[in-house]
């Protein structure tokens, strides 16, 4: 596990779109979380219909992409970095356009016309459709800009296409938006209120994938508990449905058993969770299927229950508590992973203390460790100062990160001398003479290739750990293979 997993990864493998018939250039980065790369995917097959091709290469590109997030102050000044980038390559190709897509795109808006010259187009995460339209625009000569938050917008009936893929897991979004105004979170502002996506279209998705040779899909949103299907609309007017809509509502228990009925041997995984919204039907409808992985990506942001009310986060310390202690006792090999923010304003060595004491109850299987970031715009910035030095963030920083260091290995440990089952996704990063897969609970596995492929599932004998990785050796296909 690296010590601080950086938000703003950007694809190492991109796989191109190629159309025939198709002459103009599309290069396209993505930055941020899951939902940013399943984004761009989006934006890909819309801009195929009109004429482009995806390339490798930021030279050659008609019209250059970078799908931004605005989460944290790194996440922003990277992609600022990359515009410098695109201005240098600009200037010997002037023909190029270049526009902003995401969550800074929203955030910013028209003030990436005005700062950014090198910017052509501004494109907020619910525009996309409207994308020709902007496109014809620039090309006429006028910059273009559309970042209006939309109230049912879902891309339900566009199909992605693949571009960050091994061509054996693949991210299917099921809801957009969200609901719960964190005081530290931006995410409210530039990608709306929550609204679900049809089931029907989620079905027919993952039958496609399947079809095509996936073997694992990973459920999107922003809050995947908060799924809630009535026939269109946002969440929070739900209670304005008819008795038929309600009656017929389909909850995200019920999208995770439709999906792992419609393919019994697709893996399935879902992120994000929120505590607040998770319900035991979930952990129940999990423990049902075998084909839904036992891991649950639980954010928590801090163990003291001061900062969790500054944060309006709407849970307890003791909530969190009771709800790992039923996931346990309900799915007792579930591994947990979190999400933890240091450093919030007025943040006391005594709550850091609390969320130390609190790592250590759980005692997560791996996690995503931040210092606090002022965002612009969000409540936590425009009523609380940022008032805990730097140098003690990073302190308690290195504190929660070794702490987890040590938890990992802990259950890491607890794999050694058993058999477990792994979905090979690619070779290893350290070695070409062997795979790299996951187990059902998210850990990384390595063992000989042999004669496996990608997209087996093999039963791997653990034979020794490091704080992140599992070593093995086959013991021969399993039987979802």
């Known amino acids: 596990m690296e010590k601080v997993i950086d938000e703003t990864k950007q694809g190492e493998s991109l796989v191109l779109q190629q159309k025939e018939?198709?002459?103009?250039?599309?290069?396209?980065?993505?930055?941020?979380?899951?939902?940013?790369?399943?984004?761009?995917?989006?934006?890909?097959?819309?801009?195929?219909?009109?004429?482009?091709?995806?390339?490798?290469?930021?030279?050659?590109?008609?019209?250059?992409?970078?799908?931004?997030?605005?989460?944290?102050?790194?996440?922003?000044?990277?992609?600022?970095?990359?515009?410098?980038?695109?201005?240098?390559?600009?200037?010997?190709?002037?023909?190029?356009?270049?526009?902003?897509?995401?969550?800074?795109?929203?955030?910013?808006?028209?003030?990436?016309?005005?700062?950014?010259?090198?910017?052509?187009?501004?494109?907020?995460?619910?525009?996309?459709?409207?994308?020709?339209?902007?496109?014809?625009?620039?090309?006429?000569?006028?910059?273009?800009?559309?970042?209006?938050?939309?109230?049912?917008?879902?891309?339900?009936?566009?199909?992605?296409?693949?571009l960050n893929t091994n061509g054996v897991t693949a991210f299917v979004s099921i809801t957009r938006g969200c609901d719960n105004m964190c005081t530290f979170c931006v995410v409210p502002f530039t990608r709306g209120r929550e609204r679900s996506r049809d089931p029907q279209s989620i079905i027919e998705e993952v039958n496609d994938l399947w079809n095509k040779g996936y073997k694992e899909i990973t459920l999107l949103g922003q809050n995947v508990d908060s799924y809630l299907w009535y026939g269109g609309g946002l969440k929070k007017d739900f209670d304005k449905a008819s008795d038929l809509q309600k009656a017929t509502a389909v909850n995200f228990s019920q999208l995770l058993e439709m999906c792992a009925l419609a393919q019994p041997k697709m893996r399935i995984r879902f992120s994000t969770s929120n505590p607040q919204d998770m319900t035991l039907d979930v952990v129940r409808t999990m423990a049902k299927f075998e084909n839904i992985c036992n891991y649950i990506h639980l954010p928590v942001q801090s163990g003291s229950n001061r900062i969790l009310k500054a944060m309006n986060r709407q849970h307890t310390r003791e909530e969190y508590f009771k709800l790992i202690d039923d996931i346990r006792e309900i799915l007792p090999d579930c591994a947990i992973s979190q999400d933890m923010i240091t450093g919030f304003p007025t943040e006391t060595d005594e709550d850091h203390q609390d969320t130390l004491t609190l790592m250590e109850y759980v005692k997560y299987d791996f996690g995503y460790m931040f210092a606090y970031s002022e965002r612009p715009g969000t409540l936590a910035e425009r009523k609380l100062e940022d008032d805990v030095p730097e140098e003690v963030k990073k302190q308690r920083l290195v504190e929660i990160v070794d702490l987890q260091q040590k938890h990992s290995h802990y259950r890491t440990q607890q794999f050694v001398g058993k058999t477990v089952e792994v979905l090979i996704e690619k070779p290893s990063k350290k070695s070409d003479a062997h795979w790299s897969g996951r187990t059902p609970q998210s850990t990384v596995v390595v063992f000989p290739k042999e004669h496996y492929k990608v997209g087996d599932f093999v039963n791997v004998k653990i034979n020794e750990c490091t704080t992140a990785t599992l070593i093995g050796e086959a013991e021969g296909y399993s039987k979802n293979n």
Do not use: H, W
Not at 87 to 111: D, I, T, Y
Not at 122 to 136: F, H, S, T
């Open 21 to 162: 018939g198709n002459t103009r250039k599309l290069y396209i980065e993505s930055y941020g979380c899951a939902m940013n790369f399943s984004d761009s995917e989006i934006v890909a097959s819309i801009l195929a219909n009109e004429g482009f091709n995806t390339t490798n290469s930021l030279e050659d590109a008609d019209l250059v992409l970078v799908n931004t997030c605005s989460i944290r102050d790194k996440a922003e000044q990277t992609v600022r970095k990359r515009l410098e980038k695109y201005n240098a390559v600009k200037k010997v190709n002037p023909k190029m356009k270049v526009g902003v897509l995401g969550c800074m795109a929203e955030r910013l808006k028209s003030k990436f016309l005005e700062e950014e010259k090198i910017v052509d187009l501004v494109v907020g995460p619910d525009a996309y459709k409207d994308l020709p339209n902007l496109i014809e625009e620039v090309e006429d000569g006028r910059d273009a800009i559309n970042v209006i938050l939309s109230k049912d917008e879902t891309y339900g009936d566009i199909s992605p296409v693949r």
